[in-house]
C-alpha cells in the first residue's frame, strides 16, 4: 500500500493520494483565481480533514520548490504588490527561501517595547 504525497498515511493500492487529501486538492480547485488565504481555510475545513491533516497538507513540498501555502502567499503578495503599483517576481521558491532563512535567524530576547535589530 502506498503512502499518500501529501500526509503520508495510506493512501491505498495503486494511490498516490489519500482521499482526504484528494477531497482536499478538489477543493481548492473549485476556488478559482483571486481567492483569499480564509477562503481557502474555509474550503478545506468543510472537508472535515482534521486541522493537522490540513497543516501537513499545506505545507507539503512535493516538487521542492515550495509549499501549497508558498504558492498561495507568492500569488497573494504578487496581488498586493500590483495593486499598489509595485513591480513584483515573488514565486513559491523565494517565499520558501524566505521562511527558511528566517527559522534560522537567532532568536534574540527583547525587552516589551524593544524593537527586533534584525528587521530594521
Not at 516538487?63 to 514565486?91: C, F, H, P, W, Y
Not at 528566517?102 to 532568536?107: A, G, L
Amino acid at each position: 500500500m502506498a503512502n499518500c504525497l501529501y500526509c503520508q498515511e495510506k493512501a491505498g493500492w495503486f494511490k498516490a493520494v489519500c482521499p482526504q487529501c484528494q477531497a482536499m486538492l478538489n477543493a481548492i480547485q473549485t476556488l478559482g483565481q483571486g481567492f483569499s488565504f480564509r477562503d481557502m481555510l474555509d474550503v478545506l475545513m468543510a472537508t472535515h480533514a482534521p486541522t493537522e491533516k490540513i497543516e501537513k497538507f499545506l505545507e507539503t513540498d512535493i516538487k521542492g520548490q515550495g509549499s501549497i501555502r508558498d504558492l498561495i502567499t507568492a500569488r497573494m503578495t504578487n496581488e498586493l504588490a500590483r495593486t499598489v503599483g509595485q513591480a513584483t517576481d515573488t514565486d513559491a521558491h523565494k517565499v520558501k527561501k524566505i521562511r527558511e532563512e528566517e527559522k534560522k535567524r537567532p532568536k534574540i530576547p527583547l525587552k516589551p517595547g524593544q524593537p527586533d535589530p534584525m528587521r530594521k
